[in-house]
Structures are given as C-alpha cells and as structure tokens.
C-alpha cells in the first residue's frame, strides 16, 4: 500500500497562481502570465484520485508552497503525512508513517510534469503543447499535452476562474488514473522562509535514492 501511495503523491506538483488579467484572456494567456508575474505562492489544496471508471481511490489535503525557480513545499496532513520539498536541485520525499525518505535529482524525478511549468518562461512552450479548452460553469480551461513520448501524464487539464486564480487541475496518467487538485486560500508572491525549501532526513529514517 506504501509503494502505491508515494506513486500517487508524486504525481501532485506543482501548483500554478495567476495575476489577474482582463476578462476575455483565455487559459493560454492566463498561465503565460503567471509565469511572468508570479514568483512564489502559497494555498491549501485538496487531492482526489479516481480510476479508470470514475471510482474515488484516494483522497489527501494539506498545504503547498512554491518559489520559482525549482522549490516547492508540499504538507500532506491527512490520511497520510507526507512531506514533498524540491530545494531546486534535488527532490525529497518523507513518509512520516514508514519513517522513510526517498530522494532524486530534481530534473530526473520530475521529468516531463507539471512542475515544468515553474522552471522558466519558456519551459512551457518547450515542453508542452497547449491549446484552450473553453469555459464551462464560469471557468476557463487549458489543456497542456507534453511532449516528450515517456511523460507519466496523457494530458493536464488546468481551470481559471474570472479572477484569473487556478483553481482546479487535473492530471491524467498513463494507467487511466485522474489526479484532481483543487486549491484555496491562495496568497500570491508571499515572503516565505528559505528554510522552508531545505530537507535534512530526520535521524534513523531510512534515505533510499540518491
């Protein structure tokens, strides 16, 4: 059950706020404006997996952090604690249950993800095709294909709403398996604390990786 949760979990990154914009901008300009204006952020998000047949498999919630380019922050609070920092050159993982850290270069973990869409402004052109995908129920959504052949995503679908906020993003991986995040509370270009994208293994944990 371990080995299936940290799969799951890792799929998360990596979490995109938008400045606001005109109320005819579309998805596509939206996220390109985030990239310009949006250096860090903050919110509490929701986590939902479903299977291939729409079932509800896992459900999490916790606290993201991010501060371009190349850190994040992810608290999972329930069911499960779980930590995820990216220090901008490798990735942790902590299990506070199985007291066990994973760890992996940054650009080798996350390879072709969404996390790509924080590292610069032009990894998104780069590593994505993009194209609208129309308003519904008052929100604007974009949908980001990767590129490259052995991503771990078919497709991400990203919605805005008409304060040009991301509030909605779903992730479709190559086992039929939709990832759905939803965020609130959102603070925009915060001061965080830089310790808070530094990991050091807690003593006696088990550091499996690199």
């Given at each position: 059950?371990?080995?299936?949760?940290?799969k799951?979990?890792?799929?998360?990154?990596?979490?995109?706020?938008?400045s606001?914009l005109?109320?005819?901008?579309?998805?596509?300009?939206?996220?390109?404006?985030?990239?310009?204006?949006?250096?860090?952020?903050?919110?509490?998000?929701?986590?939902?997996?479903?299977?291939?047949?729409?079932?509800?498999?896992?459900?999490?919630?916790?606290?993201?952090?991010?501060q371009?380019?190349?850190?994040?922050?992810?608290?999972?609070?329930?069911?499960?604690?779980q930590?995820?920092?990216?220090?901008g050159?490798?990735f942790?993982?902590?299990?506070v249950?199985?007291?066990?850290?994973?760890?992996?270069?940054?650009d080798?973990?996350?390879?072709?993800?969404?996390?790509?869409?924080?590292?610069?402004?032009?990894?998104?052109?780069?590593?994505?095709t993009?194209k609208?995908?129309?308003?519904?129920?008052?929100?604007?959504?974009?949908?980001?294909?990767?590129?490259?052949?052995?991503?771990?995503?078919?497709?991400?679908?990203?919605?805005?709403?008409?304060q040009?906020?991301?509030v909605?993003?779903?992730?479709?991986?190559?086992?039929g398996?939709?990832?759905?995040?939803?965020f609130?509370?959102?603070?925009?270009?915060?001061?965080?604390?830089?310790?808070?994208f530094?990991?050091?293994?807690?003593?006696?944990?088990?550091?499996?990786?690199?």
């Amino acid at each position: 059950m371990s080995g299936f949760r940290f799969k799951i979990l890792v799929l998360i990154p990596f979490i995109f706020f938008i400045s606001p914009l005109s109320a005819n901008a579309g998805g596509i300009d939206k996220l390109k404006e985030f990239i310009a204006a949006t250096h860090s952020a903050q919110a509490n998000f929701t986590q939902v997996v479903l299977d291939q047949n729409g079932k509800r498999i896992q459900s999490a919630s916790g606290i993201m952090q991010f501060q371009r380019p190349g850190k994040f922050r992810w608290t999972y609070q329930k069911p499960y604690e779980q930590l995820i920092v990216g220090d901008g050159i490798k990735f942790w993982l902590y299990d506070v249950d199985l007291n066990q850290v994973t760890v992996k270069k940054l650009d080798a973990a996350l390879g072709s993800s969404p996390a790509a869409l924080l590292s610069g402004s032009n990894e998104i052109e780069r590593g994505f095709t993009l194209k609208e995908s129309g308003n519904q129920e008052g929100l604007d959504w974009l949908h980001a294909a990767p590129k490259a052949q052995d991503s771990s995503f078919e497709k991400i679908l990203l919605a805005f709403n008409a304060q040009s906020e991301l509030v909605v993003m779903e992730l479709n991986d190559s086992f039929g398996h939709k990832t759905v995040l939803r965020f609130s509370g959102m603070k925009r270009n915060p001061q965080l604390s830089p310790q808070l994208f530094k990991f050091v293994p807690p003593k006696g944990a088990d550091v499996l990786g690199e």
